[in-house]
Every structure is written in C-alpha cells, then in structure tokens.
C-alpha cells in the first residue's frame, strides 16, 4: 500500500509536469493513524521542460544512494528518474537495505554504476513475484527499460495489492446448515390425532398358502384399538 500511494503522488506531480529528483525514505512521510503517504521536500524539483542542469561545479545534486544513473552522470532527467528512486526505496522496504551502498559517497555511485543488486525473487522474503519482477523493471540502469509512465506502475501496484488481499483473507465461516423444515398439520396425518382417538389399523395382507391349507386358514379380522 505505501508503495502505491507513493507513486500515486509521484505521478501527480509528474502529469503536473514536475521530476521530485531525490525519492528517499527520508522524504516520506506516513501522517496519521492510517499512515498516509506525504511526499516531501520538493526543493530539487524541476519542471520536464526547459530545466537547468543538476550539476554544478561536478557536484551531483541528490541523495547519491536513491538516485538514477543518468542522474549521477549530470545528464538530463525526466519522471524515470524518480522512477528509479522509487525502485530503490521499494528494494530497501522489501530487503531491508539499499540496493547500492558503500562507505562513502563516491563508493556508493560506483556502485550504482557498476553493481546489479540481486532480485528479491532470490532471496526468501514472501515478496511476491510480481513486485519483485516490477522493483527490477524501475532499478533498469538504462531510463528506456523502466516503465515510461508513473500511472502504469501505480495500474501494476494496485493489482498487486487486490491479489495479495485475496491470498490473506481470512477464510469465511461454514455456512450453518438448515434448520428442518416444521410438519405443517395438512402433512402429517398424525397431526390431529389425540389421547382419545380411536385408530383402526388396516387388515393384514393374506399370505400365501399351499392349496391344502387353504380351507384351513382363517379369514383376518380387524382390530381396534386406542392410543
């Protein structure tokens, strides 16, 4: 759900023709007790177009561990930027650490140039292969293999979320089986009989006898009886 709801924001911003251009768990505010998504600290912010260059004097502007390569490079950017950065924030939610780190900051772009993180699908996490599959598509090193629009991962996230809440629901309770259907009088032929009823039980059918008995048998009689 945080997932989504980051990049539900992020592409607000971008129809609204803004690049954040430093995604990071530090400027990802969970407001409330629903935990909200906020996006903060838009102060790298550029508009798509005729925006400024990000590096001045070989200083990269951003946070060298969440940011794109083409980024890092002092190259033009657009909303696959911040695409990249959700990737890494999504990998370190999943991991539980960054997909490129190093003890300094020239270690950790060397590693954003040079190293492919594992796919979380590696490791036994209960990530589903979906996300997993997705977090590989936003961590591509080239800007053309991650998805071009920011609804489309947020289409991708959504489904994942109906899928997963369709694995963890709780199983529904058996259905209690149905009362017995009462014997209204009309049915029950016994319904209206009381104490002081006389019943006359039915003559029992004859049996079948030899001829030589024939004479010998005697005729059945009806009883009566009460209940």
């Excluded at 594992?118 to 977090?135: A, C, N, T, Y």
Aim: aromatic content about 4%; glycine content about 8%; proline content about 10%.
């Amino acid at each position: 759900r945080i997932s989504r709801e980051m990049a539900e924001g992020l592409a607000t911003a971008h129809e609204a023709g803004l690049v954040h251009r430093d995604i990071k768990p530090a400027n990802v505010w969970l407001e409330g007790d629903r935990a909200r998504v906020k996006i903060l600290d838009f102060g790298l912010a550029r508009g798509r177009e005729g925006e400024k260059e990000l590096t001045q004097s070989g200083t990269v502007m951003g946070t060298p561990a969440y940011m794109a390569p083409e980024q890092a490079n002092g190259e033009k950017v657009d909303l696959r930027a911040d695409l990249f950065s959700l990737g890494c924030v999504m990998y370190q939610m999943a991991r539980g650490q960054r997909p490129f780190d190093g003890a300094s900051a020239f270690a950790i772009l060397t590693s954003l140039a040079t190293h492919n993180p594992p796919s979380l699908s590696e490791f036994d996490l209960g990530v589903p292969v979906g996300l997993s599959r997705l977090i590989d598509r936003l961590l591509s090193k080239k800007a053309a293999d991650r998805p071009g629009n920011t609804w489309e991962v947020v289409t991708e996230l959504r489904r994942l979320e109906d899928e997963s809440a369709g694995r963890t629901a709780a199983p529904s309770a058996p259905a209690p089986a149905p009362l017995p259907t009462p014997v209204s009088a009309a049915s029950d032929p016994w319904a209206s009989i009381d104490d002081d009823t006389e019943v006359v039980a039915p003559p029992p059918k004859p049996k079948a006898v030899s001829p030589g008995a024939a004479g010998r048998e005697r005729p059945p009689r009806s009883c009566r009886c009460r209940s």
